[in-house]
């Protein structure tokens, strides 16, 4: 897999790493130090040092923060520091690294777009689909005053929108342009995977009736496969278990067991 | 402004454009069709023979598509067909195409990412918030069976996504990394300019009162000087008012007055 050129790139490629999020929780900033862990490439996770962690992440969204000489100004981490230059935007961070780190072709092959329509899609139906099932309202609110909603858009996700996720990245496995192994692209691990394993991990944890029910319906069989291909990745089995991997808490992915009381998973498999 | 190196690309640059979309609604689609317009570039847009268009898009989501031998299956339109290549998902589609029509440095340079990071964020403001608006609860569930949590929705968005986004934008004018100009990035238009550009149209049609309050304000000042300079270009002001321009109608911009009611942007103004 070839390397993009990065010349004209306003960093050197020895330039430290740096991870900029809230601490204590997996969050969206998981996605970014999965690639980190696969490729064996060294970060700073300024979420391990969380008495700095949260005014680090405040400066950078602070509403007077027009950014630098060479950086415009971010909305939300995570963010990814790397030499002078500073990303937002999760699909974005994972654009820039993912060549770097060998885990995706450069931008003038195809297959760049391809691993990022997939991210954006899987990240689109087990990320931020999944954040909309606690918080269907407003995200300033607290999910106790929106729980009858988040109880109604919880039963769409796991009735419709999961198997309709779930269908399309086994569809994905089926294609030609994924190889004969286990894996979304070719014959190998992409950071695509490894975005796949997270989603699934996590709506695992938050909606564990339906993933099992989905998982036991075997449709998906490629897609928990794959899922247990990622696990078992001498680098990542090792992350995971770390102290290094944080524990799901009050992040995108949140176990409130009543947001499952009344799904039908079965109605949409018998279809 | 560089080219990017296409040699390796599976097409030729002289191959024929075609978009896939819904006939009938600028939808997503409008923010690919804008680059053609600006670029003065032609492309086939099959939503302009709507008899043949709906089964174009449905054939492309069917279950059983697995893709072909160089391109994945998609998820959802739009589509973009580039020679043998096909993409999905609007952003994808986007930094695929900025580059190749003189709207976006090469993926060599680190603007490309900063531009990728802006157009994400403007369009998870802008565009897939204003969807949740009238569609809190389930995309498959008609908007009169959500309408309650559409107002509760639709309220949080007029006092509070709205303005955070705004101001977010605003800031990225302020940056350094934005010329002097009307400008996102540099000193030259950009495709984000124009994605903010059909963003604020569309956001200002679903919510006249909430987008013509937060106007007066005057704190974002330069996100509405942006709009109107993208407006007055000489391209895109011809195919506004050409018939090729789409109608508003039940997409993602959709106007409910019931779902302004209630608010109070000045409350937040305020702050």
């Not at 969206?28 to 979420?47: I, M």
């Not at 400066?59 to 415009?72: E, F, T, Y």
């Not at 990245?169 to 089926?174: I, K, Y």
């Not at 944080?246 to 409130?256: E, F, M, N, V």
């Amino acid at each position: 897999m070839a390397e993009i050129n990065t010349k004209t790139l306003n960093t050197g490629d020895d330039a430290e790493y740096e991870l900029i999020y809230w601490p204590g929780i997996p969050g969206r900033a998981e996605f970014v130090r999965l690639l980190f862990e696969e490729a064996g490439v060294p970060y700073k996770d300024h979420a391990r040092t969380p008495d700095q962690a949260v005014a680090k992440v405040l400066a950078l969204m602070d509403l007077k923060n027009i950014g630098d000489d060479s950086n415009p100004p971010i909305l939300a981490p995570p963010a990814l520091k790397h030499g002078n230059v500073i990303l937002s935007q999760t699909p974005n961070i994972l654009i820039y690294l993912a060549p770097k780190l060998g885990l995706s072709p450069p931008a003038t092959e195809t297959a760049f777009y391809h691993l990022n329509q997939a991210a954006l899609t899987i990240l689109d139906g087990f990320s931020n689909e999944v954040h909309e099932t606690h918080h269907p309202i407003a995200v300033s609110m607290y999910y106790e005053d929106q729980k009858e909603e988040a109880k109604k858009r919880s039963k769409a996700f796991s009735e419709e929108r999961a198997p309709k996720f779930l269908a399309y990245v086994q569809r994905l496995l089926d294609s030609k342009t994924s190889g004969g192994g286990p894996w979304l692209h070719g014959d190998r691990v992409t950071y695509v995977d490894l975005v796949l394993f997270q989603c699934i991990d996590g709506t695992s944890y938050a909606f564990p009736k339906t993933m099992a029910q989905l998982k036991s319906s075997g449709k998906y069989d490629g897609v928990f496969k794959l899922y247990e291909a990622v696990k078992e990745r001498p680098n990542i089995k090792s992350y995971l278990a770390s102290d290094r991997r944080a524990k799901y808490a009050d992040g995108i992915y949140r176990h409130y067991p009543e947001l499952e009381d009344t799904i039908e998973v079965e109605v949409t498999l018998s279809k």
